[in-house]
């Protein structure tokens, strides 16, 4: 699994890292502190030096990038893991770092820009393509809502991830849909119902049916 996905790993990776490149043809037009951070509303709230906005930031997406392929394509069922899936899942991580990046390179020379509006679109896309995926997975250690009793259960498995899917893509849609007046209790409820409703349904599929089914 590792050698079929290694020029991915690699492919991906690099791109992770290409708001570093950006940033250094951009270096001396940034200024010496750069916001690194935004509210729910998009207005700054953090600054740090361009080292830590050009090169820490990507690293760190980096970072994550690789503990998430090294745990996908090491997982004792990473076989249950499909090819296609794997591929779309290794260009989240660099896809936000690029977007991230972007949105702060363009607030730190003034570029009109609504933060608020791109990021929770992203979220909003990403809701929706990890929607589609989650019905699509097979039993694995790894990706996936991994409670005692999907893991326990090939059916409560599956059947958790059909919920998890509609789950995802309708609150993707809601997220998109209100991009523009999206509120901060909004976006909890929202989160806290993409984990909790097939948590719940998990469960009450293991009370109702076994972990045998």
Known sequence: MWRQNKAKVIITSLATLLPSLIGLILWHKLPELVPIHFNFRGVVDDWAGRPVAVFALPGFFLACQIVCAVAMLHDPRKENTGGKVISILLWVLPVTSIVTCMCIYATALNVQINIAVVCFSLL???????????????????????????????????????????????????????????????????????VGIPIVYSFVYYKRHGEDS
């Open 124 to 194: 909003g896309v990403l809701h929706i393509v990890m929607g589609n995926i989650l019905p699509k997975l097979r039993h694995n250690y790894t990706i996936g809502i991994r409670t005692s009793w999907t893991l326990a259960s090939q059916e409560n498995w599956h059947h958790t991830h059909r919920v998890a899917g509609w789950s995802m893509v309708i609150t993707g849609v809601i997220i998109l849909a209100s991009a523009l007046w999206i509120n901060t209790w909004l976006i909890l409820i929202l989160l806290t119902a993409d």
